[in-house]
């Protein structure tokens, strides 16, 4: 099975249910998914809450700043996504960190990837950011890895004994030595940054990780090309797929 990816719901299940909510979460772990990743940001009180936009405006609908705004503010509104869903998801609200790996603990997926957001340490700072969300992060044990576009929270991760993965933000020899420097185990690359067959990827000590498709067969190309990991919105349509499903995750707990 070397050339079938592992498959990482992307933010959940965004195919299904609002993004980096604690329901989609929850049904991308019920349907198999191998690795669940979830954005962080933090609120304007030092709390981290699982969203990726530091503003509300695509979630909820409203102009409402995440880094300016307490949490307990944020969290009287609904980030059920109306503009895709209606009022399907009128209920759901912004979870906080604690609570999104409090979920997956239940039952945890063999990978846990948590992003820090680039938004929040501009505004905020590496110490102030990073070290709530790994103090939060530490009870994911050996299924947690941090991941972040940017290196010094990758550098501070490794040093706090995590596993890492680091985000590229181009296909370019600058980013090859930053990742051999940086030496994550994961790496990830955003699907349309990859250089087209036959080019062959970087080595080094990490595993790739390419974002996102929902299509079962650029996956197994993906995977052919010596991808490991493949992230998705679609976790459940593209564990329909027979041979895809065969690295499929049945959770303990």
Known sequence: MADIPILVAHRGWPA???????????????VGACGIEFDVQLTADGVPVVVHDDNLRRTAGI???????????????????????????????????????????????????VEIKRASLR?????????????????????????????????????????????????????????????????????????????????GPWKWIVYETGDPALALALAGRGIAYVETDAIGEMLEHAELRRKGCVHGG
């Open 16 to 30: 299904r249910y609002p993004e980096n909510s604690l329901e989609g979460i929850a049904a991308a772990m019920n």
């Open 63 to 113: 102009d409402r700043g995440v880094l300016d705004s307490a949490c307990a503010d944020l969290r009287r509104e609904s980030v059920g996504e109306p503009a895709r869903f209606g009022t399907a998801f009128a209920n759901t609200r912004l979870p906080t960190l604690k609570e999104a790996i409090d979920l997956v603990r239940k039952r945890p997926p063999p990978l846990v990837f």
């Open 123 to 203: 505004r905020f700072g590496l110490e102030r950011v990073a070290r709530p969300i790994l103090e939060t992060s530490a009870a994911l044990g050996k299924h947690g890895v941090i991941i972040s576009f940017d290196p010094e929270t990758i550098r501070m991760a490794k040093q706090a004994g995590f596993r890492t993965g680091w985000a590229l933000e181009s296909w370019s020899e600058e980013q090859r030595l930053i990742a051999l420097d940086l030496a994550p185990e994961f790496l990830f690359c955003k699907i349309a940054r990859l250089p087209p067959a036959p080019a062959e990827l970087w080595q």
